[in-house]
C-alpha cells in the first residue's frame, strides 16, 4: 500500500500559526547561528530548508476535509463506517 493519504480532520487557526511559527522559527535559527558562527553551509542549509517549507505549505494547503468527507474516504478505501 504505498498510496498515502493525509486528511487534517480539524485544525484550528492557532494550532495552524503555531506550526508555520515553529517552522519559521527553525529556519530563522538555523541561518542566524550560522550567520554569527560565520558557518556558510549552515547559512544555505536554513535557506534551503525553508524554501521546501514554502513550497509545501502551498501545495498542500488543499488537503483539509470535512469530517463528513474524511468518514467517506476511510469507508471507500478501508471500508470502516464511522458511529
Sequence with gaps: MNDK??????ETVLQSWA???????CCG?????????G???MQWFG???AAIIIIGVSVS????????RAADILYEKFGVRAR
Design 61 to 68: 494547503r488543499d488537503h483539509k476535509v470535512s469530517p463528513q
Design 5 to 10: 493519504t493525509v486528511l487534517y480532520v480539524h
Design 29 to 37: 535559527f538555523l541561518m542566524g547561528v550560522g550567520s554569527i558562527l
Design 39 to 41: 558557518n556558510i553551509p
Design 47 to 49: 535557506f534551503f530548508l
Design 19 to 25: 506550526r508555520d511559527i515553529g517552522s519559521i522559527i
